[in-house]
């Protein structure tokens, strides 16, 4: 069991002050002061000796201490001169033992800046950490070693940095970092490699949004504690930040919504109509005859499609996945794209900052067929994908092959889109050709 001076000079090296000088005697007691306390000696003759008695105030009563040495008095009067300036007072109510430890403690704490108590307290659960492994100086050591070359950097500027570095990437991904990770800077603004993952995963668990913003976030910030492992501000290995789990979204996603082969024919002949600029057109084909994800048809360009082939290249930087994938376009794709692309296009397919938001006020009002008393096509959130996996599913029946096209796992096909819709139905949906083409036309 170490005592109370042998542990203080285990967490501080640093020497300690000297006292303060007591003031010259002149006549009457002599006073020793220390900030704005003092401490009185009064000399008394007892006829065949003196004795030197130190008089001073705690918690309203008078203390008085006699010494037959003046050197021995003054000692004791500066000691408690300083207690009382330092605001422990407690300290001088202790046995002389106890008095004594408390001195060396306070002495070896000068310069830390921590209170006795705190240290106490950081110094006892550190021992319980330990669990008699070894003592808290080697324990200081080996942090030191494995941590004691990482550059302190505030999250602030370390987000300030990350979006520097990735000046050249999308709006989309500036806007992502700028907004996601400014919140997480506003909450912790201090240096990042004292947050923990307990911290992140409360923040992020009090997020308003579904699971798939928090797993949004989350990620962000993982790329943010990358970096910073990268830059020398984390130790190497697992960070805090990828320690806090994933959540499942499958709850926010709700049941799938497919069109219907007649819905989509409504769409595309109103996108035809549609004058705007952005060829919205191109993005309800790809997205309903190839299951491209709207983000990944916003960085297509023409120059990815080969109509002579028949293959759309998604390239690794513009897939979600982040893995190149190659999709062989339904024949009815081709003979679609073949009647919109210009020549010598080489550029943006889809030139629009929110195509889904576009097909779903404008497009889907110019549905509404007012000859025939028709009510406009609902929009379906990510209906575009899931109905082309799901008629594709309906006809070639192989979730492997579905998958490649797609960029999904087998396991995630098979199990969402089986029996969604009827082969005859899936024949219909790929059946869908440009009005000049239309006539003789069969599935391929």
């Avoid at 996603?253 to 497919?258: F, R, T």
């Amino acid at each position: 069991m170490l005592d109370l001076h042998t542990f203080c000079t285990h967490i501080s090296c640093v020497p300690p002050k000297s006292a303060a000088t007591a003031a010259r005697p002149g006549s009457g007691p002599i006073v020793i002061k220390e900030g704005s306390s003092s401490v009185k000696i009064h000399t008394i003759n007892r006829g065949t000796r003196v004795v030197y008695s130190v008089d001073y105030s705690l918690a309203g009563k008078r203390v008085l201490k006699q010494f037959s040495d003046l050197a021995k008095a003054k000692v004791y009067a500066r000691e408690a001169a300083r207690k009382l300036a330092g605001g422990h007072q407690l300290a001088l109510q202790l046995s002389n033992a106890d008095s004594a430890i408390y001195g060396l403690a306070m002495k070896a704490l000068e310069g830390t800046g921590r209170r006795l108590d705190s240290a106490c307290e950081e110094y006892a659960a550190a021992l319980r950490e330990l669990k008699g492994t070894g003592s808290l100086i080697e324990a200081a050591r080996h942090y030191y070693q494995s941590r004691g070359n990482l550059v302190p950097m505030l999250v602030p500027t370390l987000v300030e940095n990350l979006k520097a570095r990735n000046a050249g990437k999308s709006e989309k991904y500036k806007l992502e970092l700028r907004l996601r990770l400014r919140k997480f800077a506003d909450a912790f603004g201090g240096y990042v490699h004292t947050i923990t993952a307990k911290e992140i995963a409360m923040w992020l668990d009090n997020l308003i949004g579904a699971s798939r913003t928090r797993n949004n976030f989350r990620s962000l910030i993982i790329t943010l504690f990358k970096y910073a492992q990268k830059e020398g501000h984390l130790p190497p290995g697992i960070t805090e930040a990828e320690k806090v789990d994933e959540r499942d979204t499958t709850q926010d996603e709700g049941d799938i919504e497919i069109f219907k082969p007649d819905e989509f024919r409504r769409l595309v002949e109103a996108a035809r109509s549609y004058k705007a600029k952005g060829n919205i057109l191109a993005y309800l084909l790809i997205g309903g005859f190839a299951g491209v994800r709207t983000e990944e048809i916003k960085r297509l360009h023409w120059s990815e499609i080969n109509l002579n082939t028949g293959y759309i290249e998604i390239k690794k930087s513009k897939a979600k996945t982040k893995s190149r994938r190659l999709i062989k376009m339904q024949p009815n794709l081709v003979a679609w794209l073949k009647t919109i692309r210009k020549a010598g296009e080489s550029g943006p397919v889809v030139d629009m900052v929110r195509p889904e938001k576009a097909a779903a006020e404008q497009i889907c009002a110019l549905t509404k067929n007012k000859e025939l008393n028709s009510a406009p096509v609902t929009w379906k959130r990510n209906a575009l994908r899931h109905s082309f996996c799901t008629y594709r599913y309906a006809i070639c029946k192989n979730e492997h092959e579905v998958s490649a096209e797609m960029g999904n796992s087998p396991q995630m096909i098979f199990q969402n889109y089986r029996q969604l819709a009827t082969e005859e139905d899936a024949k219909d949906w790929f059946n869908i050709y440009p009005s000049a083409d239309t006539d003789g036309k069969e599935q391929g």
